[in-house]
């Protein structure tokens, strides 16, 4: 059973604090990694892919990869209120191999 | 780019009727395209994965006949809930895959179904 495990929160912090959001994979052979922010109510958006190992960076968001852990993190500087939303990590293998999505951490960003 | 659309974004419907949820690539040709539902805080369920031109392939325990997927294009995807019941009442949202080989999802607004 492959799966994507993230802890459901939820996670608080201070405004201009940085949010730390964790993820881990089953599946050695998934190879493509995103993160999807869901406000409550609405559908998921997509805020980051990755697939390689190591960091990358879009604005205040860097995503980080390590595959030898199977380990996917999301890390937002200068969290704001508006962040505050459910962050899905989803994990899937090119070629049309399923993407599996895990259950989602809330986040709450405190003014 | 990578825009999906969904409609209706709201229904409300009798129950014993059926209702069709229509999902649109707007900018990209997508070979594949997803139906989820969510109930209220709680996470996305697969239901089917819709290839274009061929029959969807539902996840265990969805009924294929009282979700009907029909993904007639590389644009157009819809979901038909047939015979609805007040249970059926959920959040229903699609994503499509911009190409064959990414699986990078994209996902409609969703579609909020009452059945009364």
């Known amino acids: 059973q492959k799966e994507v495990e993230q802890n459901s929160g939820p996670l608080s912090v201070p405004e201009g604090a940085i949010a730390s959001l964790n993820c881990t994979y089953s599946d050695r052979g998934s190879q493509s990694f995103f993160w999807y922010r869901q406000y409550s109510g609405k559908s998921p958006e997509l805020i980051m892919s990755i697939y390689s190992n190591g960091d990358k960076e879009d604005g205040r968001f860097t995503a980080q990869l390590n595959k030898a852990s199977q380990y996917v993190s999301l890390l937002i500087r200068d969290s704001q209120p508006s962040d505050s939303a459910t962050y899905l990590c989803?994990?899937?293998?090119?070629?049309?191999?399923?993407?599996?999505f895990g259950a989602g951490t809330r986040l709450f960003v405190k003014a | 780019g990578a825009v999906v659309s969904q409609h209706p974004s709201r229904v409300i419907c009798k129950s014993g009727t059926s209702v069709k949820i229509e999902c649109r690539s707007l900018d990209f040709q997508a070979t594949t395209m997803f139906w989820y539902r969510q109930f209220p805080k709680k996470s996305l369920m697969l239901m089917a994965t819709s290839n274009e031109g061929s029959k969807a392939t539902y996840e265990q325990g969805v009924e294929k006949d009282k979700f009907l997927i029909n993904h007639a294009s590389l644009t157009l995807s819809t979901l038909t809930v047939t015979s609805a019941h007040p249970e059926d009442s959920s959040f229903y949202i699609c994503?499509?895959?911009?190409?064959?080989?990414?699986?990078?999802?994209?996902f409609g607004p969703g579609t909020r179904l009452t059945v009364l």
């Open positions: 994503s499509a895959r911009d190409g064959q080989y990414t699986d990078t999802q994209y």
């Open positions: 989803a994990g899937g293998g090119t070629g049309g191999f399923k993407t599996i």
